[in-house]
Structure formats: C-alpha cells, structure tokens
C-alpha cells in the first residue's frame, strides 16, 4: 500500500518547485544547459591530484639516484643544481635531466 499525500501536499511541492524554478520543461532544459555551460570547464577548475614517485623510484639510472636519495637532499623542492653537485645527474648520459618534466613535480 503506496503512501498518497493527497492534493493538499501535491500542491504545496509543486509550489515549492515552482519557486525555485524547477517546474515545466523550458525550466529544467535552461537548467540543464546553465548546468552543463557551468561544469564545461570543471577540469581546469579542479586540479588533479599529483602521483607520488615512491622512494625505491630510480631517476638517474647512470649514478643510481633513486626519488628518495632526492628527498634527502632536498627539503622542499628539486633543486637540480645541487642535484648535479651531490650526485653528479646529468654527467653521465643526461637522460635523467632530458626527462625532468617527466618526474620534478612528483618528488614532492
């Protein structure tokens, strides 16, 4: 047995929808497309969370300098000067500051 409100309470939502601008279908499609208009460009909005390198994560292969050996020796962000000084990255094969991009944002 469905519960029935009965016409009373069917005509105070309606009212409610009403004025809130829910009602008929012109409302709802302008909702739609303001909706759709306002979430076109959420990606941009919203960052997306940045992966982590784990520790064991080798990034110069020539001196074996793993993410961790970075995290170290850096406190706060890569600074890849001291990166050189302290473990000789990019003498080798320079692969490793080739592909910076690749891995500087997920040290930290």
Sequence with gaps: MDF???PRYKSAARLRMKDVG??????????????LRLIENVDELVPRPVEK???DTLIC???CVSVKDIRDVCTDHVDLDLLQDQFQ???G????LKRKDSWISKIF
Aim: with cysteine; proline share 3%; hydrophobic share 25%.
């Design 4 to 6: 029935d409100p009965g």
């Design 22 to 35: 829910f009602c008929g279908t012109a409302n709802r499609v302008k909702m739609d497309k303001e909706f």
């Design 53 to 55: 390198l784990d520790d």
């Design 61 to 63: 292969e020539c001196f």
């Design 89 to 91: 990255m990019g003498q």
């Design 93 to 96: 094969c320079q692969s490793c």
